[in-house]
Structures are given as C-alpha cells and as structure tokens.
C-alpha cells in the first residue's frame, strides 16, 4: 500500500487534534507516514500510532527555523523518494502555503480548505457562503490536500509507529527567510480557536468592548471564543479571534453567533460548522439562513440564560 504523508501539528512537542484526523483520513487512502518537525518526537511517537501512523519519519528541529520553506523541501523530498499517494496537511494559513510549495515541487497540485476526502483522492469543498459544494481531483502526481480541522472524525486505529529519522538538503532559497520570534497566544483555559469542537462569536451586536457575555458562555460550554470583523474592527476582541474570509476558518461541531448578521465574508469562515446557533434579533438577518437553530432576541438576555441552563447542568 503507498505511503500518504501527514504533517504533524504540535505546539512544544503537543501533537494537536487535526493531526489524528489528517490521520484517519490518510487511512482510507493507504499507509499513513506522520512526519515531525522539531524536538519531541520520541514521546510523541506512539501518540501518532494510535492513530494509524506506521511511520514517524523525523527532521531535525533546525527546520523550524526558518519559514515555510523548508518543510516544503522535506515534504517534497520523502513523497519523491517513497513514492507516496498524497500528503496531507492541516489547512492553517502556513501549511496551505506550505501545500502549494510542496505541490510545485512535485509537480503535482495543491487543494486547500478541504473538508473531506475520499480513497480515491477526491476532495470536497465548501463554497459561496455554504451554497456550494464543489469536488476536486489532482490529475498529475501525488495530490496535497489540506484539510480543515474538524472535518474528519478522528479514529483510534494501531499503527507500528517506527520512527525513521531524515534529513534534507536546504538550498539558499528555502532558509532567507528565517523565524525571529514566536510569541504564544494568552487565551487562558480556552481552546483554541481552530480547533476547539464548540466556538462562541459574537458581533456588532455585542455593543460595546464588554464580551464577558460571550466569554461566559463559552467558558459554560468549554469553547474558544471568537469574533465578527466589526467586533474586531471597532476594537472590542482582538484580531487573532476574527472568524471569516480574512480571519479564521473553522469547523466546529457546533458554531453559536451572537449578533452576528451573517455576511458572506463571515460564513466565509464558519459555514462548514456542524450545528449553527444564531441569536440575532432581527429575523430577517441572513445568519438564521444558515442557523439550524435560530433565537430571535437581545444576545443579552437569552446568552446569559443559556449560561446559566448549562451551568446548571
Ligand atoms: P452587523 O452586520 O452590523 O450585524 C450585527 C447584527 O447584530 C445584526 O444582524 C443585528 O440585528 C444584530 N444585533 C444587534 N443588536 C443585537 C442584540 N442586542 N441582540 C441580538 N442581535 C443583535 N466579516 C467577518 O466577520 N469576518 C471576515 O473575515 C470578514 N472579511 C471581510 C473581507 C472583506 C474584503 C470585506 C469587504 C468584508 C469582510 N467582513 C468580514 C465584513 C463583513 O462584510 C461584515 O461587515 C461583518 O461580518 C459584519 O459583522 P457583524 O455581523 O458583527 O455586524
């Protein structure tokens, strides 16, 4: 069976949830092979193997010095020589760029923001606000696809793990542009964003800096937070939160909007959302279009109710 290449998502050596789906994916087209930039892939190692890894191939830490670049290079180089099916890839705004350079260097193509794949390589994507569903295939050498977290369900399933260790020749262009600084994102216990199963977000109908009513919702539910570019724009949440067509793309199990109206720019960014909450008080906002599950009300009496009905529990 061929190899699909998964690279690993981890913060500080904390494989992150997409990487058990790009892995469960990875399993319905062949052999999965994670690949680990960076230090701490001994203790990770049989982390990924529960999820059907039979191969950890691991790059020196060295490679996270730099840009993009040189996991393109590391990524190119092990589908080359393996001859593997696809590689995989959470759609992050880094890995899609990663993605497309390692596509150029195969030769092959990149299809990012996927939310689903199937054993044949076809991928599907999520379009126009949700009005569209569209499918895709690579017709020339080994597809990168990168998925959107949350599309796939992760599933246990025991690979061997083996660790190979690799290294990869860097050329000029690949480290000219190199890290200077990471500086980690204060957000408490909260999940992150992107990969957290429920999100709260809140909108213009928030009405002031004041989003504790969105916070303590979410905290009720055990969600990350998120928040509609005019929230972002009038200076209310921070702009790492914004969800949509120049924020962040997200799929959680379950999406509650609170005073959001639902412009195309912001379904953009939740659309492929399991369940959709909207709390809007005006009925004729386009969120309820998309909403399974519509409140028509002031976000500041029914938020607070919710929280209490599920703290109760
Ligand atoms: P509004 O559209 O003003 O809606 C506020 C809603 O709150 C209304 O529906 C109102 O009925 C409701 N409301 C008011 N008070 C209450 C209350 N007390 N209780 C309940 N409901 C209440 N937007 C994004 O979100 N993300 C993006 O990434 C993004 N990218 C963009 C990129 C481009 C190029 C452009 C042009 C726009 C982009 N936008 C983006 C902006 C987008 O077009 C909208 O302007 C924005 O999403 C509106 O945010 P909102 O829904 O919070 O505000």
């Known amino acids: 069976?061929?190899?699909?290449?998964?690279?690993?998502?981890?913060?500080d050596g904390e494989v992150k949830k997409v990487t058990n789906e790009l892995l469960t994916a990875a399993?319905?087209?062949?052999?999965?092979?994670?690949?680990?930039?960076?230090?701490?892939?001994?203790?990770?190692?049989p982390k990924l193997a529960e999820f059907g890894a039979e191969k950890v191939y691991t790059a020196s830490s060295e490679l996270n010095d730099y840009v993009v670049a040189p996991k393109a290079e590391l990524l190119a180089k092990l589908a080359g020589e393996n001859s593997a099916a696809a590689v995989l890839v959470s759609a992050t705004p880094e890995n899609k760029e990663v993605a497309a350079r390692t596509a150029v260097k195969l030769g092959s193509g990149?299809?990012?923001?996927?939310?689903?794949?199937?054993?044949?390589l076809v991928t599907e994507h999520s379009i126009f606000g949700g009005a569209t569903v569209t499918h895709a295939k690579v017709r020339t050498g080994a597809p990168v696809v990168a998925l959107r977290p949350n599309s796939v369900t992760a599933e246990a399933s025991q690979g061997a793990g083996a660790q190979e260790e690799v290294s990869?020749?860097?050329?000029?262009?690949?480290?000219s542009a190199k890290v200077v600084e990471r500086v980690k994102q204060e957000r408490g216990a909260r999940p992150e964003l992107t990969e957290a199963a429920i999100?709260?977000?809140?909108?213009?109908?928030?009405?002031?800096?004041?989003?504790?009513?969105?916070?303590?919702?979410?905290?009720?539910?055990?969600?990350?937070?998120g928040a509609s570019r005019a929230a972002v724009d009038s200076g209310w949440y921070?702009?790492?939160?914004?969800?949509?067509?120049?924020?962040?793309?997200?799929?959680?199990?379950?999406y509650i909007a609170?005073?959001?109206?639902?412009?195309?720019?912001?379904?953009?960014?939740?659309?492929?959302?399991?369940?959709?909450?909207a709390v809007n008080k005006d009925p004729e906002a386009p969120i309820h279009e998309i909403s399974d599950f519509s409140v028509v009300?002031?976000?500041?009496k029914v938020a607070p109710q919710l929280t209490d009905e599920v703290n109760k529990r």
């Open 110 to 120: 990149a299809l990012t923001d996927v939310v689903d794949v199937t054993p044949e």
């Open 1 to 11: 069976m061929a190899e699909v290449l998964v690279l690993v998502d981890h913060v």
């Open 27 to 45: 399993r319905r087209v062949g052999e999965p092979a994670a690949v680990w930039v960076g230090a701490g892939a001994d203790a990770a190692a």
């Open 168 to 175: 990869v020749d860097l050329p000029e262009s690949a480290t």
């Open 199 to 225: 999100v709260v977000s809140g909108g213009r109908g928030v009405g002031s800096e004041d989003f504790s009513v969105v916070e303590s919702l979410a905290d009720s539910l055990g969600a990350a937070v």
């Open 297 to 300: 009300g002031d976000l500041h």
């Open 238 to 254: 921070p702009n790492e939160f914004q969800v949509g067509q120049t924020g962040k793309t997200i799929s959680p199990n379950l």
């Open 258 to 277: 609170l005073g959001i109206s639902g412009a195309i720019q912001h379904r953009a960014g939740m659309q492929t959302s399991k369940n959709i909450v």
